[in-house]
């Protein structure tokens, strides 16, 4: 009888596991590179190293003040919506979260 399960084994999940996790990042990055054209009015790039620093920029051209804000809020509610999906939780509880942190991330020297 063979043993298909082996110490060795378990480490190989786990590398795969994180091979699929950086092929999945580097599509994902690559689609947020292919986004952004010369038909884009507004965007917002955050980018995060040590799992703590964060560093975001946020470019856009409107007409107007009003239109600039509404591009605002609009990257801001896709956002929240795109993390309230990920983790399977309502968009409120997400708005709550991020507030929190924001609040955090400015009381740090």
């Known amino acids: 009888m063979s043993d298909d399960f082996s110490d060795d084994g378990a480490a190989d999940e786990t590398e795969t596991e994180e091979t699929a996790g950086d092929v999945e990042y580097a599509e994902r990055l690559e689609n947020a590179r292919q986004l952004i ?5 507004a965007c917002y790039v955050g980018v995060v190293r040590d799992g703590r620093e ?9 007409g107007d003040a009003q239109e ?3 591009q605002a809020l ?9 993390v309230a999906d ?3 939780v309502d968009y409120t509880t ?3 979260d991020a507030a929190t942190l924001a609040e955090q991330l400015d009381e740090e020297p």
């Open 54 to 62: 964060v560093d975001s920029t946020f470019a856009q051209q409107a």
């Open 74 to 82: 609009s990257l801001l509610a896709s956002h929240l919506r795109l």
């Open 68 to 70: 600039e804000g509404m």
């Open 94 to 96: 997400v708005a709550g």
């Open 37 to 41: 054209d010369e038909e884009t009015t």
């Open 86 to 88: 990920e983790a399977g």
